[in-house]
């Protein structure tokens, strides 16, 4: 082969060699394009609160008050457990409270003894009493006032303690701890159940929540409070408008990803649980 050839032949390899790099690291940029398409993309929308409520404490249930699927406000009652006997330990409670005979009888005692006191004194003074009889007398007196004020302390007590007894008939009741829908009742009426036993469980789906791990590229680029675009795909599968509720200041090293929440509007209850979502990016202009 003529020197030239071999030349030329080595210079073409030369090139391609060259070459090579640049292409592995265009191909490098063009799969480090962010594309909705990536499957980090993709999130699961959860309700925002779920929670499953347990027996307020040990005993038997004297009613269930809501149905599965009803929706509910916090503080609504949604059951009862049999509360008899805390309500005859209430209506005691009440009239130990509402008794002041003792206070009355003191007070009556006072003022005899206030009578004695004050006869003894004028004996004194005219010489018919001796003066340890006088502070006799008036020690009986005071411990009669002591004796009154033990007697106030105690009903004030009394009246404390039916507050406690009001408090321990509020234990009772199974509360709603937030606006939500009732999606599953575990027990009814006249069961026994210990407070470990679930009773029903609660979701609520407005707001709903979904939950991503988005590419580490766009960690910086999201504002919370901020609205941003979903595909929504089975059973909703349309477009759907969710506010950035929170990002989380760790990355996964792993999945060079980070987790964030958005909130989603549900007034209507249209939209359910469960269903998975893909972020948009880039997000469609305004």
């Known amino acids: 082969m003529p020197l030239s050839s071999i030349f030329r032949l080595v210079g073409y390899i030369g090139l391609i060699v060259a070459a090579a790099p ?15 398409t990536d499957e980090r993309f993709r999130g699961l929308v959860r309700p925002s609160h779920q929670v499953q409520l347990n027996a307020p404490l040990d005993g038997l249930i004297g009613s269930i008050r809501v149905e599965e699927g009803q929706s509910v406000k ?3 009652i949604l059951a009862k457990m049999d509360d008899s006997i ?3 330990a209430l209506a005691a409670a009440k009239l130990r409270a509402a008794d002041d005979s003792e206070i009355r009888r003191q007070k009556l005692l006072l003022a005899e003894a206030d009578i004695q006191l004050e006869r003894m004194i004028g004996l004194e003074k005219s010489g018919a009493a001796q003066e340890w009889e006088v502070r006799r007398t008036r020690l009986q007196r005071d ?24 408090s321990r008939l509020e234990r009772y009741e199974l509360i709603a701890p937030f606006d939500g829908t009732v ?16 009773m029903m469980t609660m979701f609520a789906f407005d707001p709903l929540e979904a ?17 941003y675009h979903f ?32 909130t989603i509007k549900n007034p209507d209850m249209k939209l359910p649980a469960g269903f998975t979502i893909r972020f948009l990016w880039p997000q469609p202009a305004k």
């Open 74 to 76: 916090a503080g609504d």
């Open 143 to 166: 411990a009669t006032a002591a004796a009154l004020e033990a007697a106030e302390a105690q009903k004030r007590i009394a009246e404390e303690n039916v507050k406690l007894e009001e």
């Open 22 to 36: 640049w292409g592995a690291l265009a191909q490098s940029e063009n799969t480090a394009d962010l594309s909705s």
């Open 183 to 198: 999606v599953r009742i575990d027990t009814e009426a006249g069961a026994t159940l210990s407070n470990r036993d679930p």
């Open 211 to 227: 939950v991503m791990f988005l590419p580490v590229d766009l960690y910086g680029k999201l504002e919370v409070g901020a609205d």
């Open 231 to 262: 595909e929504a795909e089975a059973p909703v599968n349309r477009d759907l408008v969710g506010k950035l509720k929170t990002i989380e200041a760790v990355v996964d090293s792993a999945s060079r990803t980070f987790r964030c929440v958005f």
């Open 86 to 88: 805390q309500k005859v």
